[in-house]
């Protein structure tokens, strides 16, 4: 159990347009899902935090305005990097707590590796 | 705020012993190990919660010292699956809430 997808896995887009990422919850009810990013040789550093039906709480450095998050129902939140540059190149990860098992644990999707060009 | 981790990679022959440090410099309410191998997202392997309970992997153990502020992840007759970067994600509210503060991330290598 606890499954959650993401999609797409990989995207190549051009400079100056927008990328949807999607983040799905498989088989739980996911309250409260993540965004993550992570760079080259780096850590995973958290975006952003979205509750289904409320704005998401974005970290410090965050652009908001670029980074759209929303988490429209209990089983999917979506991230759209809007006029993506060459330095949004990255590996976007999401992550969902919820109805399943314990509270505490974050399940991760398998991320989607952005390219810019 | 990022905890620290140590060391920051090992190289270990298979069947070796490995022991990972994570060290918070604020009062932690739970600490959650993953293992991330290239290319791939993060693999969840424990979760140490204050209070004691915890929750993982057959093979792998793993220690929360809360006054410390500090947990260390023990792998325990290494196999060549093991390698991999091993990160400690920190969480300093409980409940779900709030997103995971990850450390650097330890890089683990296990040869044949």
């Known amino acids: 159990g606890a499954v959650v997808s993401q999609h797409p896995s990989w995207v190549i887009c051009k400079s100056g347009t927008s990328v949807k990422i999607e983040c799905r919850s498989l088989?739980?009810?996911?309250?409260?899902m993540f965004w993550y990013r992570q760079f080259p040789k780096q850590s995973l550093m958290l975006m952003a935090t979205s509750n289904e039906g409320s704005k998401a709480t974005y970290e410090q450095g965050v652009e908001k305005d670029k980074f759209l998050i929303n988490h429209a129902s209990l089983t999917l939140s979506t991230l759209t990097v809007t006029s993506a540059h060459p330095e949004d190149s990255s590996f976007y990860i999401c992550s969902a707590t919820g109805t399943s098992g314990s509270s505490y644990e974050q399940y991760f999707g398998p991320g989607t590796r952005l390219t810019v060009t | 705020q990022q905890p620290v981790q140590s060391p920051q990679a090992v190289i270990l022959r298979e069947g070796e012993d490995a022991v990972i440090n994570c060290s918070s410099s604020k009062a932690l309410y739970s600490v959650h190990w993953y293992r991330q191998k290239h290319g791939e997202a993060p693999v969840f392997l424990m979760i140490l919660l204050k209070g004691g309970e915890q929750k993982g992997h057959e093979k792998i153990s793993a220690s929360f010292n809360e006054k410390k502020q500090q947990s260390s992840l023990y792998l325990t007759a290494s196999q060549l699956s093991y390698s991999g970067t091993y990160f400690c994600g920190t969480d300093y509210s409980g409940g779900g809430a709030d997103g995971l503060t990850f450390g650097k991330g330890t890089h683990l290598i296990i040869q044949p």
């Open positions: 088989d739980f009810q996911a309250t409260t």
